[in-house]
């Protein structure tokens, strides 16, 4: 059995950019979309899972990048300098960015590419739900969209 979530609880809006890459080296943003698959066996309760549990859970995780700056810690073309209250980039292409510390998210990601966003969504998702196959689809615009699956 399979079931499937999408909607407001699983939207975010987050800025970003891409080292070497012509357009989006540039400091930019998206409002990204996030839907969930899960397949496994149905329960005592004649449920796979509860869907509002389940919308909830997924939400804390996905509105955690709501209104940040996501950085890629594991990119080696970014210096990121990190103090108590501020993140400093500076990258490859000369740009140089100063954050407050609390509006940014750094990813053990080498890029922000919304191909490795929906993996990294995978992973935390499949941590809380290890018994189910997890499907993630991931909308960086409505028509530039990923999906993983394990
Ligand atoms: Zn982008």
Known sequence: MKLKISGDKLTFASAHM???HDKCARLHGHNYD???EVEGKIDENNMLID???FKTAVGKIVKKFDHRILIPD????LKIT??????IVDTCEGRY???PREDVILLPL???TVELLAKYFHSLIKKQYPQF???ITMAETPTSVVTYTE
């Open 18 to 20: 891409l080292t070497r």
């Open 34 to 36: 996030v839907e969930v």
């Open 51 to 53: 869907f509002g549990i």
């Open 74 to 77: 594991f990119n080696k073309d």
């Open 82 to 87: 990190t103090t108590d209250k501020q993140v």
């Open 97 to 99: 960015y100063r954050f």
């Open 110 to 112: 080498k890029a922000t």
């Open 133 to 135: 196959k997890i499907t």
